[in-house]
């Protein structure tokens, strides 16, 4: 069964590395047939090195084939449950943003790779109940985040912080800036979406963010010459 229509794939122009992933589509197929699809898209390709994220039974899968390994777990939805529990949090160099600022914003999410070229993807944190913050140090914006609600639920977006002021806890803090905000408002719970960094899964589970999607593996294969 040709089941590579289910399969998206781009090459990183800066490396050459290809980048697979699953396209939105109501059929599930059977995994091992799904991991045969993406071996024969990658061998296909040409490319030395592919990264994917998968359900653990299409890496099982895939582990068979030489030249596959587990880099780590994938993202998914993560909900919070509790509220409370932030305590007083640093608003050092912190200033919320409105929709005026959305220029600033997008161009911050392009530099670290958290948006592309559809500018629309961002209105949703412009809404009524939006709660958008910059972090600065040294008048630079370092960090940005945004937090919504609404129907009795939150939702955290857009966390980032430039790869040149990471380490210093400036995730963590702006964690507890958007959490404590939604915090002000009684709700059953808040989600947000990541790709599963392992610093971010870290984070996340450290606010009580527990995973509601199935869990997926990150796995990197290199052809062997």
Not at 40 to 64: M, N, W
Not at 140 to 157: E, L, T
Request: hydrophobic share 45%.
């Amino acid at each position: 069964m040709d089941l590579q229509h289910l399969i998206g794939s781009e090459i990183d122009e800066a490396d050459g590395h290809l980048h697979l992933w699953r396209l939105r589509s109501p059929d599930a197929p059977d995994p091992r047939a799904l991991a045969a699809a993406y071996h024969a898209r990658i061998l296909q390709s040409k490319a030395r090195i592919a990264h994917l994220g998968v359900p653990v039974e299409v890496a099982t899968a895939l582990l068979e084939h030489p030249g596959f390994e587990i880099v780590g777990e994938g993202g998914g939805e993560f909900r919070r449950i509790r509220q409370g529990g932030i305590g007083s949090t640093d608003m050092t160099g912190v200033r919320v943003v409105t929709a005026a600022n959305e220029p600033a914003i997008y161009e911050f999410l392009k530099r670290v790779d958290l948006i592309g070229e559809n500018r629309e993807d961002l209105q949703r944190v412009f809404a009524a109940n939006g709660y958008n913050v910059f972090i600065a140090e040294a008048g630079q914006d370092v960090a940005f985040g945004s937090a919504i609600h609404g129907n009795g639920a939150g939702w955290i977006s857009y966390v980032a912080v430039l790869p040149s002021a990471r380490g210093r806890g400036l995730g963590r803090r702006l964690m507890a800036i958007l959490l404590a905000e939604l915090d002000k408002v009684s709700l059953t719970h808040s989600d947000l979406d990541t790709s599963g960094s392992p610093a971010a899964l870290r984070l996340f589970k450290r606010f009580g963010f527990v995973r509601i999607t199935p869990l997926e593996l990150k796995l990197r294969f290199e052809r062997r010459m």
